[in-house]
């Protein structure tokens, strides 16, 4: 009850995000929303889920994460309401940003208080493999569930489908969830917003920029405000006496590694969804129901694959399923590089369903790669790091993906570039772990790894 608790707000932002995809095309026939409106629609909210989500975990920290965890909860329902009731493709987009700003407070306090709530190194170790596995069949369930809710009673459902669940995990949470005590921290607030603000000019480059022109004087200036802020922000990082992440941090290499590989794994997963869901329903013509169906082997096989994982991770080490998932994920991706738009979309789904099932091998060892470093003394910080990493990576996945549908017109270079670049991320993420992620004792540390 403790898990499904915790994971309630996983499950609501998984369902979320699936379902989307499925109701994009009748999301552009009902609002009038062009491919680049689409981009926002799923990337507005990845886009305050990231920004915030450092300021999310450094805020659990100031009012402890139950607290934060329910906060995050009623934020994220109030933004799911205002989606639902959307009259227009912007009022649709700024009620995305709401929701992604709730994801941001729930998500690191989530896994901090299941860190705080089981002590023992191994029951950790398979706990975050059964958290992992439970996060995976809702977004198992969220194709699906996104189809049949379209089809019977249109794209609004799907937004109105979080209120029931929100409300569950705001009661859940109070009856089952640990309590923490808050820790003295500074928040630096300066440093968010020089973040949230370079991240949200990059993601106006990368969507406006097919539209407008990539030499436009829009796009030009964003570029550059983009630079100019993550400049400041870096240097104020270096000197600061309240750095955003913990300096202890820094020094543990198979952090760093990890959270680089979180930020390449949602890039090709979130990216080859979005731009799958495009294909099914523009070169196939398939509908919400469809489209669903067609994603839904694909989150299948990432959920069996988390459980296994854990388990050959509580045996093994992380080191090993993140190697094997990471490669497997490489080749399954290469292959799909040689698909054109007459290719069957049974055998696109397939190559899919085989990419998905590598990658969710790898997945519960990263989440347990980073949460030892952070140990209990950082797990705020630890895990809004990763969730932070791994959202910058979907928003560029999909904004990557959106970008070269709009500059190509056939599928078959479509796919073979947006299939080549996620291949070459996930071959990165391969050497990131096989050099800085050293073979370590099965069972995780509860202390920081630099401490």
């Not at 909860?73 to 912007?90: K, Q």
């Not at 369930?141 to 809710?149: E, K, M």
């Amino acid at each position: 009850m403790l898990l499904f608790t915790l994971a309630i707000g996983f499950i609501m932002a998984m369902i979320d995000v699936t379902a989307v995809n499925t109701a994009l095309a009748d999301i552009a026939a009902d609002l009038g929303v062009p491919l680049s409106g689409l981009v926002w629609v799923v990337d507005g909210y990845t886009l305050t889920f990231a920004a915030l989500l450092l300021a999310g975990g450094a805020l659990a920290d100031r009012i402890g994460p139950k607290r934060a965890y329910q906060a995050g909860l009623a934020v994220f329902i109030a933004g799911s309401v205002l989606c639902a009731v959307a009259p227009t493709g912007a009022a649709l987009v700024a009620a995305r940003l709401l929701q992604g700003a709730g994801a941001a407070l729930f998500m690191p306090s989530s896994l901090s208080l299941l860190t705080h709530a089981v002590i023992d190194a191994k029951a950790r170790a398979r706990t975050f493999a059964t958290w992992a596995a439970i996060v995976s069949a809702a977004a198992t369930i969220g194709p699906l569930a996104g189809g049949v809710l379209v089809e019977s009673f249109g794209w609004r459902s799907i937004f109105w489908l979080n209120l029931p669940l929100g409300l569950a995990g705001i009661v859940l949470a109070q009856r089952r969830a640990p309590a923490p005590l808050p820790v003295a921290r500074a928040l630096n607030l300066a440093s968010h917003v020089l973040g949230a603000g370079a991240l949200a000019a990059l993601a106006f480059v990368l969507i406006e920029g097919p539209a407008l022109g990539w030499l436009s004087l829009p796009v030009g200036g964003m570029l550059l405000l983009a630079g100019g802020l993550a400049a400041i922000a870096i240097g104020r990082e270096r000197r600061s006496a309240h750095p955003v992440l913990p300096r202890a941090l820094y020094g543990v290499p198979a952090f760093r590694a990890a959270v680089v590989t979180g930020l390449l794994i949602n890039f090709g997963t979130f990216g080859q969804m979005f731009v799958l869901s495009m294909l099914l329903q523009g070169a196939h013509g398939a509908g919400a129901l469809a489209t669903g169906l067609g994603l839904l082997p694909m989150t299948a096989a990432a959920g069996m694959a988390n459980v296994l994982s854990g388990r050959v991770a509580a045996a093994r080490g992380p080191r090993l399923p993140l190697l094997i998932g990471l490669g497997g994920g490489a080749l399954a991706t290469l292959l799909l590089t040689q698909a054109s738009g007459a290719t069957p979309a049974w055998l696109m789904v397939a190559g899919g369903t085989l990419m998905y099932l590598a990658i969710g091998f790898a997945i519960p060892a990263m989440t347990a790669t980073v949460m030892q470093a952070g140990g209990t003394a950082h797990a705020n910080s630890a895990a809004a790091a990763l969730n932070a990493n791994r959202q910058v990576g979907a928003l560029l996945g999909v904004a990557v993906a959106g970008t070269i549908l709009n500059e190509t017109g056939d599928w078959g270079t479509r796919l073979g570039l947006v299939y080549a670049a996620i291949a070459a991320g996930y071959a990165a993420a391969w050497l990131l772990v096989y050099y800085k992620v050293q073979r370590a004792p099965a069972v995780p540390s509860t202390r920081c790894a630099a401490d």
